[in-house]
């Protein structure tokens, strides 16, 4: 059986994955995201999704050259075209939802496999996510009860939980907006024998 390794200590990744029947183990890739995001400037979100991804991937792949690694990330772009970072503040989390209040944003997410220190294969998938023009009474009610959580996930929601009521309209996959576009990723492990056909 293939080693399969996530260079990640996402909990919705793992649980995904988990849930998908793919036996697999959880390690921090190590990666400095800041110090990455800094040297990647003028990259789309996108573009930025997959660079990040792969950095991951082959780092902890240096590590156990034999397994399959796979290394995620998600992006958020506002229709203006900035990115945002993960809210450090319940704070910056209003501010961010605030911004995206009413507005339709692209979400980013992409995933490369890794073995041996180089990409062997690589998906991102991209959903447009169109947020409602809720109340600021919704927003402090909403923050009440997702707030410290959400300061992990990029936006500042969690959709497979009282996120879902931000939105009036969402294009894409609910698994790409957790952070893992798994269909494909199932398929290609189909495909290599790691998991049954």
């Known amino acids: 059986m293939t080693d399969i390794v996530l ?9 995904m994955l988990t ?23 003028g990259l789309s979100g996108r573009d930025l999704a997959d ?11 240096l590590r156990h050259p034999q397994a399959i690694v796979l290394g995620c990330d998600s992006t958020v772009e506002t229709a ?23 507005t339709t944003h692209r979400l980013s997410s992409a995933i490369v496999a890794a073995q041996g220190g180089q990409p062997i294969w690589r998906h991102v998938d991209v959903a447009k996510m169109t947020m409602r ?31 879902a009521q931000l939105f009036a309209k969402i294009e894409g996959s609910q698994f790409t ?11 290609w492990l189909r495909d290599r024998g790691a998991l049954p056909a």
């Open 133 to 163: 023009d809720f109340s600021d009474d919704f927003l402090q009610s909403y923050l009440g009860a997702e707030w410290p959580a959400i300061g992990g996930c990029v936006g500042g929601y969690r959709i497979e939980g009282l996120g």
């Open 177 to 187: 907006i957790m952070g893992l576009p798994l269909l494909p990723l199932l398929a």
């Open 51 to 61: 660079a990040l991804a792969e950095l991951k991937a082959v780092k902890l792949s």
């Open 80 to 102: 203006d075209g900035a990115l945002l970072d993960k809210a450090e503040s319940r704070v910056d989390a209003e501010a961010q939802l605030k911004g995206l209040r009413g």
């Open 19 to 41: 849930a998908a029947g793919v036996s697999f183990r959880a390690e921090s890739p190590g990666v400095d995201e800041e110090a990455a995001k800094a040297s990647l400037v």
């Open 7 to 15: 260079a990640s200590q996402s909990a919705s990744r793992r649980a």
